[in-house]
């Protein structure tokens, strides 16, 4: 039979019935201890001996904690080996990321980490003193080239010696303008000397240039090929991609800056005997 509902039932259900705890294991002196375990002059204390509980440590006694000098001294030596340097090595101490070797590379100097190419290309790009734009007009350029095809050569108007392959330029955008600006480079100029050819004509002598002289005014030439050049649209990436396209025309041949390199060559060969001239003797 069911049990009676009434209100006594309902508050017997509802007691409270208290009992006794469990009864664990007490905590050893190892339990107690293992927070201490970087204080080194601590020991464990005999069961049997009258000194006090290892958990009840005296206010005056000094033991080393998490930031002790020994403990940040493994640590940095962890971040070292991290790192994949030697901890033992007298040459790294104090350093995280060890001494550069003597001397540093040219790649090394923070004024000097770009190819010397770019950064007279650069340098050249820029107009009224803007560096930061003439230099993402250079990134422009570059991804330009290396996502534009392989070039067709042109046998007649060959490239520098030991220039790669038209397939490999576009693996490599920085030889690709390097090899386009120095293949036009021309390695004269010709230099006028007022008065000196009689009746107030210039002696026209030719005269070598340097390397950065040679790229300068191929550049030059270049950019007054593209600046005659109209443009397809307006935005800031245009005059980039005009200069990327006349560099790839400079290398398939198709740019008028050869016939300027070509004039220039047959003008300095043509005026060569003036270097004999005794009219010029100290003035080159």
């Not at 107690?32 to 002059?41: P, S, V, W, Y």
């Not at 392959?165 to 490599?172: E, F, R, V, Y």
Request: hydrophobic letters at 35%.
């Amino acid at each position: 039979m069911p049990p009676r509902l009434n209100i006594w039932s309902a508050c017997r259900a509802l007691s409270l019935r208290t009992r006794a705890l469990a009864q664990g294991p007490r905590p050893g002196p190892a339990m107690f201890t293992r927070g201490l375990a970087d204080n080194t002059t601590s020991q464990l204390p005999e069961r049997n001996s009258s000194a006090p509980p290892p958990f009840a440590v005296s206010s005056n006694s000094q033991t080393a904690g998490p930031t002790s000098q020994e403990n940040e001294t493994a640590l940095d030596q962890l971040r070292m080996i991290e790192y994949g340097l030697n901890p033992l090595d007298a040459s790294v101490e104090g350093h995280k990321y060890g001494l550069p070797e003597l001397p540093l590379p040219s790649q090394s100097n923070t004024k000097h980490r770009y190819d010397s190419v770019v950064e007279q290309v650069t340098r050249l790009l820029m107009r009224d003193g803007k560096l930061a734009k003439a230099q993402r007009d250079m990134a422009i350029i570059l991804n330009y080239l290396r996502t534009s095809p392989p070039p067709r050569l042109d046998p007649s108007k060959p490239l520098l010696p030991g220039a790669p392959p038209s397939s490999h330029l576009p693996l490599d955008p920085v030889s690709y303008i390097g090899v386009a600006i120095d293949s036009v480079a021309p390695l004269i100029k010709v230099r006028g000397f007022k008065g000196l050819a009689g009746g107030g004509k210039s002696l026209e002598v030719p005269m070598p240039l340097g390397a950065r002289q040679r790229r300068r005014t191929a550049f030059q030439w270049i950019l007054d090929a593209v600046n005659k050049k109209h443009s397809k649209g307006s935005g800031r990436t245009m005059f980039p991609h005009r200069v990327a396209e006349e560099i790839v025309a400079v290398v398939e041949g198709r740019s008028g800056v050869w016939d300027r390199r070509n004039q220039v060559h047959k003008s300095g060969t043509g005026n060569r005997a003036n270097l004999n001239d005794m009219k010029i003797r100290g003035k080159l």
